[in-house]
């Protein structure tokens, strides 16, 4: 089970939920695997702390649907299924769609500012082959809109569902023409936003969530 040798130690009282962080990460960007067995004692050893952290770390995993314990005691990276793609992201494109027609007259110049660069960061990444950073990029951008619905429950469900999302959101950044789409769809809805087209931002916003469907249901070219 290879990890990066880069690794900051974690502490008590927080080591538990850091570690969970720093293996939620892990599992996200693909450095662990779907159906990778997680070894409590090296898991341990790699971020310095013992295992009851780690296994704590396990427990709420499992719980967020990111890991799973086998009959026999084993915990395992839970599957990332591309099937799951449309369960996913149907209902992310709706939130992400009220997200807009909420957040629109919240919006200031800064945040248009603060949206274009996220994207130029996003096709800088796509540009070297950066599929993590590429998807960092992204959620960078959504987040502005997302802050300024001014709605924290709003946020915390597609929260929860992008902890899914993400593993797919990763392959998804993988092919050089989705993140090509995505970028122009992100020119696109910010030229929405500044004119105040709602109804035009809000299509564009969904649509951009949606085209992830079948592009992460076809094998990786």
């Not at 799973?68 to 769609?97: C, F, M």
């Amino acid at each position: 089970m290879p990890l990066p040798e880069d690794v900051p130690a974690v502490h008590r009282p927080a080591a538990s939920a850091l570690a969970m962080q720093q293996i939620q990460q892990w599992i996200e960007d693909g450095t662990l695997q779907p159906g990778e067995v997680l070894k409590d004692t090296e898991i341990a050893a790699k971020l310095g702390v013992s295992r009851t952290p780690i296994r704590e770390a396990f427990q709420r995993l499992e719980l967020l649907g990111l890991v799973v314990s086998t009959r026999n005691t084993r915990t395992e990276v839970a599957p990332a299924r591309p099937q799951d793609a449309e369960l996913l992201y149907v209902p992310l494109s709706v939130l992400h769609e009220l997200a807009v027609q909420l957040a629109l007259g919240n919006l200031r110049d800064e945040d248009f500012d603060t949206m274009t660069a996220a994207n130029e960061r996003l096709r800088e990444a796509a540009e070297r082959g950066d599929a993590v950073a590429t998807r960092q990029a992204d959620e960078e951008f959504h987040a502005v809109l997302l802050e300024r619905t001014g709605n924290p429950f709003l946020v915390q469900v597609i929260d929860w569902l992008s902890v899914h999302s993400r593993r797919l959101n990763t392959l998804y950044f993988t092919q050089d023409r989705p993140t090509t789409n995505s970028y122009q769809d992100h020119l696109e809805i910010i030229a929405a936003l500044r004119d105040r087209d709602e109804p035009r931002a809000r299509q564009l916003a969904r649509d951009n969530i949606l085209r992830t469907i079948d592009v992460v249901q076809q094998p990786v070219t």
